[in-house]
């Protein structure tokens, strides 16, 4: 692979097909086609309140429809919908406020988009996802001025995406707050304590009610509120989320998962018998990419120490960005160069287009540290894909992966390095249990995390917070 100057990257030596590629995404895996993506390698040169009421809707789960039954959302036709998303960004928030809004389009919804944080140059990913949702129908609209007032006191629904979302009721509506209030539905996928800030979420028990990806997260916010801010929460429901039609399409077609398989490995310079253990996430330390790789090193010494007979094994880390080159990645870098293992770790530039990757690799491993993921979307993407999961006990992971039985589990922080490690070394040893698991996992997706699940538990929301709106 040729190489960058300072040797912290070097380039994929091919394109993914494009007619491949086209068929290929959801919108948690594409919006912005990256025919470019880069892949590299580090090397040697260079208080008392009443309870809230939390809804429990991602069981019994529903069944699948078939496509010529109607969706479960098409009692919001003709219904306006105002989205207000923190940022337009290639993060889960607004990518899982986009994939809603297509689904809404699509069963003629009148759908309207504000984002109330945005670059203040022009942003290549803001005018792409901007111009795919113009594609399909939704209304793009600045998030300040008469014209977002107007729809929002409209609307029939205005749904705020993430908590940070909470500032622009207060910055926009101004004295028209206490009026959308009543028909709001709060969509919060936070997981983290720097998020519970009266400046965010002071509205939170006004309105119509709260939507969160996991069980765990919703007691962690129920709780949180109360304690640290003496607020309560609104009626809250939880909605597991599920993998897209496209997506599924993919995953379930063994051609076109054998073509991408040879074109990453050769981009990776990897072999086809090589195992591949990949974390794919932005690169932050909240997401574990240093502990993973301390694992990874930690399972080949392992191996070598006891004389293992395994195929070689890579590790790959999906979420790089390789403009910045943060200290937190240069920190990782010069990981991988004391310990001699710039052959097999390989960075992959941060891309929407992970179904090649989840193509290409073994293994998944979801390292997310503290709390862990409010849910975690690429591990049920990486399930429909047959593929065991290696996750922390922690946050919503622990309500996907069956230990044991579609995946292994190990602590969260620095005392879960050698347990992942020997989950390593176990899953490279182990052919069958490998295959086992994966198959375990695609049947676990199929049974309760596909779209039109999802497309269910978010209609008994809808209807609720409808409902309850039409009372005021």
Known sequence: MAKH????????????????????????????????TTSDSCNGDSDT??????????????????????????????????????????SGGPLLLMELAFLLRGVGSDVVWVTNQKPPQPDE????????????????????????????????????????A??????????????????????????????????????????????????????????????RLGIKMPETFVVHLGNSKELMEVAEDGVAKRVLREHVRQSLGVRSDDLLFAIINSVSRGKGQDLFLRSFHAALLLIQEKKLQVPSLHAVVVGSDMNAQTKFEMELCKFVIEKKIQDRVHFVNKT???????????????????RGECFGRITIEAMAFRLPVLGTAAGGTTEIVVNRTTGLLHPAGKEGVTPLANNIVNLATHVERRLTMGKKG???????????????????????????SSRN
């Open 442 to 468: 695609y049947e676990r997706v199929k049974e309760r995390f596909l779209e039109p699940h999802m497309a269910h538990r978010i209609a008994l929301v809808l209807k609720e917070v409808l409902r309850k």
């Open 49 to 90: 309140q009443p309870q809230a009421q939390v809804q429990h809707l991602s069981s019994p789960d529903p069944e699948v429809r078939s496509s010529s039954e109607p969706s479960p959302l098409e009692f919001m036709k003709s219904k306006l919908v105002l989205m207000v998303s923190h940022e337009l960004s290639l």
């Open 5 to 36: 100057s300072h040797a912290w990257m070097t380039m994929p030596k091919t394109r993914w097909p494009l007619l491949l590629l086209v068929a290929l995404f959801s919108l948690s895996t594409v919006t912005v086609l990256f025919l470019r």
């Open 166 to 227: 909470g500032k622009w009721l207060d910055a926009v509506l101004k004295e028209k707050v206490s009026e959308v209030l009543p028909k709001v539905l709060w969509w919060i996928h936070e997981m983290r304590g720097h998020y519970f800030k009266v400046e965010y979420v002071k509205h939170l028990p006004f309105v119509a009610g709260a939507m969160i990806d996991s069980h765990i997260t919703a007691e962690y916010w129920k709780n949180r509120t109360r304690e």
């Open 352 to 370: 929407l287009a992970v179904a090649p990757y989840l193509a290409s690799i073994d293994v998944l491993v979801q390292n997310s540290q503290a």
């Open 125 to 164: 990913i803001v005018y792409s996802l901007e111009n795919k949702m113009l594609d399909r129908g939704v209304q793009v609209l600045p998030a300040k001025g008469e014209k977002a007032v107007e729809t929002a006191l409209k609307a029939d629904l205005v749904i705020l995406n993430t908590a940070v």
